[in-house]
């Protein structure tokens, strides 16, 4: 009978033999096969040490790979294999005594499995957990977060080609090119695999994910051919690195149609001072969107209150020439209603709502997410945004045990907690209302915003209701505008919008799949702090 799983490894040093064996050897459930391949320029001995200790236990099977070419060598190792599923163990990696079931719970309800992982510190002890979301196909493109501890089926490896000859990055190729065929994989919380620590950290660095093995343009390489494969059309992927360490990639879409976006922007136009400046909030974020170089087929919708100052709505008409809708909205403030009713009167095949307080400094920003819009499987594009002192106001939704939040909230723009999450495109639960990008039809399709929501949780709504339609919500920190939203201002939820939003949606509010469980709040016991 063949081994559930095959653990494949390509080993430099003899060193490494045994505390991977000992990890293998302590497993609670013993239905693996650990296959070694001493790699052409290990060390002397390596490939005696492997072979020996092949002889030696009956669940090992060894290969001196010294005739090996260097390409060869995993599809060396997957040759030796004879399990149903292949999983690959990085040298000098070791295994929690409960990986190999945490694989099998896995499987049982998907073709392929990923868990989550850690490195070992000084001590050797477990440290840098990175803890990482459910199946986000947006992020596995951006970052190999999906290879450690992973397990593919040996049928659908062999069926999309196995280990290409030519690939290099072996590993992240193979899980992409299994991922396009065998859809989304289970994860299985909690850091079944201990890592060495990876060459992409900076020397003298702290152990903190995220943990990337392969060179840079090996990850690039891997991730062009494959949105090739899936019908992406990019320019290029570039490597995204922040404070020297690496992080993952830029998928650089090549620029594609340019429907008409209807920006949508609810106000009373009011001021403030920013950066020691006054600001007509609404006036200046609509004279950067009229400048050169921004999206080139765009409305501009101005939903404002019969109270807005005369001289906000002669600047507008001035900086855009009289090229706007005016909408003039009765009755207190209502944020969705606002909306609603802006989207009501505009023409574009998109539908962008946006803030009034904000500021554009990239004029390719809304180009940026419209280019991700054009997936059809995508319901919602979010940017990131900025508070003026440039932390993270929204990196997307977090719904933290029926909580929602903004994820990373008030944190370094720079910031690589939850794995980088805030560097790199990925699926979220939900974008900010602030500023999301989605088609109109979409829009007209789930009802819009739900003026039950007058002032919060409008956007987590609306989000939710996208995904119900099976549609994906997108975040990329690619297209950043500064919000100046008061950072010291404290948001007054209303009882009955919190009792609304938890009725209507507590399950999905208290499991979100891009908030690993092991961050969830326990009845007992505090939560797990990455920080």
């Avoid at 799983?5 to 650990?34: G, I, N």
Wanted: some cysteine; proline content about 8%; glycine content about 10%.
């Amino acid at each position: 009978m063949s081994p559930f799983v095959s653990f494949l490894s390509v080993l430099r040093s003899p060193a490494a033999l045994v505390p991977m064996l000992a990890s293998l050897d302590a497993q609670d459930d013993v239905d693996w096969q650990w296959c070694v391949v001493a790699a052409p320029d290990a060390e002397p001995g390596t490939g005696a040490a492997v072979v020996g200790l092949a002889a030696a236990h009956d669940r090992v099977r060894g290969l001196d790979g010294a005739a090996v070419a260097a390409a060869d060598v995993p599809a060396a190792a997957a040759e030796l294999a004879s399990g149903a599923h292949l999983s690959w163990l990085p040298e000098s990696a070791t295994l929690d005594p409960g990986a190999v079931a945490a694989l099998r719970r896995g499987l049982a309800r998907a073709e392929w499995v990923y868990t989550d992982e850690s490195v070992r510190g000084e001590a050797g002890n477990p440290t840098g957990v990175w803890l990482k979301p459910d199946w986000s196909p947006e992020l596995l493109r951006s970052q190999p977060y999906a290879l450690y501890l992973a397990a593919v089926p040996a049928a659908v490896a062999a069926a999309v080609g196995g280990f290409r000859r030519s690939s290099p990055a072996p590993w992240y190729d193979l899980v992409l090119r299994v991922s396009e065929v065998a859809g989304a994989p289970a994860h299985v919380p909690g850091p079944y695999l201990v890592r060495a620590t990876p060459s992409s950290l900076p020397a003298g660095g702290r152990l903190r994910p995220p943990y990337v093995d392969d060179p840079a343009a090996a990850r690039c390489a891997v991730v062009a051919e494959h949105c090739a494969r899936v019908g992406i059309a990019v320019d290029e992927v570039s490597p995204v690195e922040v404070g020297g360490q690496a992080v993952g990639q830029r998928v650089h879409r090549r620029p594609g149609r340019r429907p008409r976006v209807s920006v949508v922007i609810p106000t009373r136009g009011g001021s403030s001072l920013t950066h020691g400046f006054p600001r007509r909030h609404v006036a200046e974020l609509v004279d950067g969107l009229s400048r050169p170089g921004g999206y080139p087929d765009l409305e501009i919708v101005v939903v404002h209150d019969e109270a807005t100052p005369p001289a906000v709505l002669d600047q507008i008409d001035k900086v855009t020439s009289g090229h706007w809708t005016s909408l003039q909205f009765h009755g207190p403030f209502h944020f969705s209603r606002k909306c609603n009713a802006g989207a009501l009167v505009a023409t574009g095949e998109y539908l962008c709502f946006l803030n009034d307080d904000m500021d554009v400094v990239d004029p390719g920003w809304l180009a940026e997410l419209a280019d991700l819009l054009d997936d059809p499987e995508v319901g919602a594009v979010g940017p990131r945004l900025l508070f003026a002192d440039g932390t993270l106001q929204h990196a997307g939704h977090v719904y933290n045990g029926g909580s929602p939040g903004h994820l990373l909230f008030g944190e370094p723009a720079d910031s690589l907690d939850l794995g980088g999450a805030a560097q790199l495109t990925g699926e979220r639960s939900g974008v900010t209302g602030a500023c999301l990008l989605m088609r109109a039809d979409v829009f007209a399709r789930v009802g819009g915003f739900s003026e039950l929501f007058p002032l919060n949780f409008n956007d987590v709504d609306l989000c939710l209701k996208i995904r119900a339609e099976g549609l994906r919500i997108v975040y990329t920190p690619w297209s950043t505008l500064y919000h100046y939203e008061s950072q010291t201002r404290v948001p007054k939820v209303g009882e009955v919008e919190m009792q609304r939003i938890q009725r209507r949606w507590l399950y999905q509010l208290e499991t979100d799949p891009y908030w690993n469980e092991m961050l969830r709040p326990r009845p007992h016991g505090p939560v797990l702090n990455l920080g």
